[in-house]
């Protein structure tokens, strides 16, 4: 299976719209397996940026499809199935798009006769990377502005 522009461009476009990654990845056709496009994601950064860009555009697409079933349910049972959908959807916008996590952490200070303590959440594996992120780039920006200063 060789990579290609044109059908990386397809693979997230049919997945920004909504459409599952195991329906377009089938290894049939043109189409790579789901495990070749993963490879493909983990060699090529710009490729793994993309689609991390199609996979906002999928889960909201499925948080609007799941919101358009809840509107035209009709029986009980449709009416908990949307729900069941949209739940999950919204649970998964939490967790895989750093924009929709929920920023509700409670921090809880308990004082007594032996001391106090502070119980609070841990930072996520998100919030880390994006601390080191920041971390690595405000190091790159000062070790640049010192060579600057010294080649001035």
Same mark, same amino acid.
């Given at each position: 299976?060789?990579?290609?522009?044109?059908?990386? =461009?397809?693979?997230?476009?049919?997945?920004?719209?909504?459409?599952?990654?195991?329906?377009?990845?089938?290894?049939?056709? +043109?189409?790579?397996?789901? =495990?070749?496009? /993963?490879? /493909?994601? %983990?060699?090529?950064?710009?490729?793994?940026? %993309?689609?991390?860009?199609?996979?906002?555009?999928?889960?909201?697409?499925?948080?609007?499809?799941? +919101?358009?079933?809840?509107?035209?349910?009709?029986?009980?049972?449709?009416?908990?199935? =949307?729900?069941?959908?949209?739940?999950?959807?919204? /649970?998964?916008? +939490?967790?895989?798009?750093?924009?929709? %996590?929920?920023?509700?952490?409670?921090?809880?200070?308990?004082?007594?006769?032996?001391?106090?303590?502070?119980?609070? /959440?841990?930072?996520?594996?998100?919030? %880390?990377?994006?601390?080191?992120?920041?971390?690595?780039?405000?190091?790159?920006?000062?070790?640049?502005?010192?060579? +600057?200063?010294?080649?001035?």
């Amino acid at each position: 299976m060789k990579k290609t522009k044109k059908i990386c =461009a397809e693979i997230l476009e049919r997945f920004g719209d909504g459409e599952y990654l195991r329906h377009i990845c089938t290894g049939k056709g +043109e189409y790579p397996d789901q =495990a070749t496009f /993963w490879r /493909w994601r %983990q060699k090529d950064a710009d490729l793994a940026e %993309q689609f991390m860009s199609s996979l906002i555009k999928n889960v909201s697409a499925l948080l609007e499809k799941s +919101e358009l079933l809840i509107e035209d349910a009709t029986t009980r049972d449709e009416i908990l199935r =949307a729900d069941k959908m949209l739940n999950h959807y919204r /649970w998964k916008a +939490e967790k895989l798009i750093p924009s929709m %996590q929920s920023m509700n952490k409670s921090l809880v200070e308990i004082q007594g006769a032996v001391g106090s303590y502070t119980v609070s /959440w841990a930072e996520d594996a998100v919030a %880390q990377s994006r601390h080191q992120i920041e971390a690595e780039n405000y190091t790159h920006k000062t070790a640049s502005l010192a060579r +600057e200063k010294l080649v001035n």
